[in-house]
């Protein structure tokens, strides 16, 4: 039976040491009970108090399960750092590492790292490893599913699946893991992926980034720190992207759906994947060989042929070239990326609750005018600072009835008042307070009842053979926790027509 010496050697550590994780949200509520099983004195850190209800339920479900933790929660709940020593700091994704309060903690000695670092440098299989802007998560479950038809056993985690830390000691070296990694995950890390793809980089997340360089590089650690043994893939239709391959200490591997990009500044030199008359192919080594029809793939959009390219590449080697047609003949989608959810009189309904950026709604907007969909667009969310040049063409191009909720509904409506170019739509918007959250029940209804009218409002403008779409060109952080809670509420409320 297999013995993973690393993890055997950090439970000999960490047994009575001090450990601080900040954050008892759902993701860190595993590596919470994980530590304090393995002997650690665990120090929850949170900035909801204990007269929250969802932070009083957390510590009642850890009391009921026999974790016995202390806590620092509420205003000031980083003062621990100040004052007290800590072994070991697990800092949440979305917290600098020049916060002052982490600072101070690790000039006492205290090692700063977090969930995903510490699973990376104690996991002994092979990792998959997925970043970019868009099509993070489509692509990694699509290496996900190809290695399990491959006949895998595999790991689904990061931003995707469950979290894996406590999970380490079954994980065996034969076994696959596949991580979809953001940049709030990669910022400071320090392990790199065995196997790592770059599916693209536009302006994102430049709310928490102090600029587009410092996002930039923390999506270079997915590879940076990769040995002669590692594997890059790089999209060759991405300026930034393609730069890349100049800091790779692995082999490098191109994708790319366009002809010109393929051929660029001798790109074509490079093992690779590409398409070619409408077959998807891999030349390695100089060898082509086709893969599939790019017609054999189920879902729609150009974003996705290039999606299948980049997760046929990763697998290279372990997956036969019938195992990833198979897939992508038989893969539906994941659950909020125009993700069908019903027909109602003729008008088909569809939820991409996904499309936090504009790029991302760009993409989709160019995916339904690819295939001649057309309808009604609700959409709004919150701004990340992001570029929105080309949304109000892309969207004009699938709606001219559009309805919109959200704190970056003055950006979606400046960008298609100056890229109409003549072309007429009807904009409707619906007022909100900026205090309605749906996670909360005393502003839930008002959450639920602004989509509702919305659907209502759709459903009257959609005509039999169109579309209504909602594709939130926003952050889900103005009226909920994630994109998830918006999207499911939304299936909801149509399934309920």
């Known amino acids: 039976m297999y013995k993973n010496l690393k993890l055997e050697q950090f439970k000999e550590y960490i047994k009575g040491r001090r450990c601080a994780v900040i954050g008892v949200g759902i993701s860190n509520r595993p590596l919470i009970t994980w530590l304090s099983g393995l002997g650690a004195k665990v120090v929850a850190f949170d900035r909801l108090g204990a007269d929250d209800p969802v932070m009083s339920k957390t510590i009642a479900d850890f009391r009921e399960a026999g974790v016995e933790l202390e806590y620092s929660i509420g205003d000031g709940y980083l003062e621990k750092l100040n004052t007290e020593v800590f072994d070991m700091v697990f800092k949440t994704p979305k917290m600098r590492f020049e916060t002052a309060e982490l600072v101070s903690a690790k000039d006492k000695g205290a090692i700063l790292t977090s969930e995903m670092e510490l699973f990376?440098?104690?996991?002994?299989?092979?990792?998959?490893?997925?970043?970019?802007?868009?099509?993070?998560?489509?692509?990694?479950?699509?290496?996900?599913?190809?290695?399990?038809?491959?006949?895998?056993?595999?790991?689904?985690?990061?931003?995707?699946?469950?979290?894996?830390?406590?999970?380490?000691?079954?994980?065996?070296?034969?076994?696959?893991?596949?991580?979809?990694?953001?940049?709030?995950?990669?910022?400071?890390?320090?392990?790199?992926?065995?196997?790592?793809i770059v599916t693209n980089i536009t302006p994102n997340h430049l709310d928490f980034h102090t600029d587009y360089q410092e996002y930039i590089d923390a999506k270079t650690n997915i590879f940076r720190y990769q040995g002669p043994t590692g594997r890059l893939i790089l999209n060759a239709g991405c300026d930034l992207t393609f730069d890349m391959r100049e800091i790779s200490s692995g082999k490098v591997v191109m994708f790319t759906a366009d002809d010109n990009a393929r051929k660029r500044d001798g790109a074509a030199y490079y093992d690779g994947y590409f398409v070619e008359n409408g077959k998807l192919i891999s030349v390695i080594d100089g060898v082509k060989k086709e893969i599939m029809s790019a017609d054999d793939i189920f879902i729609p959009g150009y974003h996705n042929v290039e999606n299948y390219l980049a997760a046929s590449a990763a697998v290279e080697g372990y997956v036969s070239y019938e195992d990833i047609k198979a897939v992508a003949k038989e893969f539906p989608g994941v659950p909020h990326r125009i993700e069908f959810i019903r027909e109602i009189d003729g008008v088909k309904w569809y939820n991409s609750s996904i499309d936090t950026s504009p790029n991302r709604a760009i993409n989709t907007m160019n995916a339904l005018a690819g295939r001649n969909m057309k309808g009604v667009l609700i959409c709004g969310g919150a701004d990340k600072k992001c570029v929105y040049d080309g949304l109000g063409d892309a969207i004009l191009n699938v709606s001219d009835r559009i309805l919109i909720y959200g704190t970056n509904a003055p950006f979606v409506k400046d960008i298609l008042a100056k890229e109409a170019d003549g072309r007429d739509y009807e904009l409707i918007e619906f007022e909100g307070d900026d205090k309605d959250i749906y996670e909360f029940p005393e502003t839930r209804e008002n959450v639920v009842n602004t989509y509702k009218a919305m659907i209502s409002k759709a459903k009257a403008l959609a005509k039999p053979g169109e579309i209504v779409i909602m594709s939130s060109i926003g952050t889900s952080y103005d009226h909920f926790r994630h994109f998830e809670h918006r999207g499911d509420m939304f299936r909801d409320l149509v399934n309920g027509l």
């Open 120 to 196: 990376m440098s104690l996991c002994p299989a092979k990792i998959f490893g997925i970043t970019g802007s868009d099509g993070k998560t489509t692509t990694t479950t699509l290496v996900s599913e190809m290695l399990k038809k491959a006949g895998y056993k595999v790991w689904l985690g990061g931003n995707i699946g469950t979290p894996l830390l406590d999970q380490i000691g079954n994980i065996d070296p034969e076994d696959m893991v596949v991580l979809e990694l953001s940049s709030f995950q990669l910022l400071g890390m320090r392990k790199s992926c065995d196997a790592a």
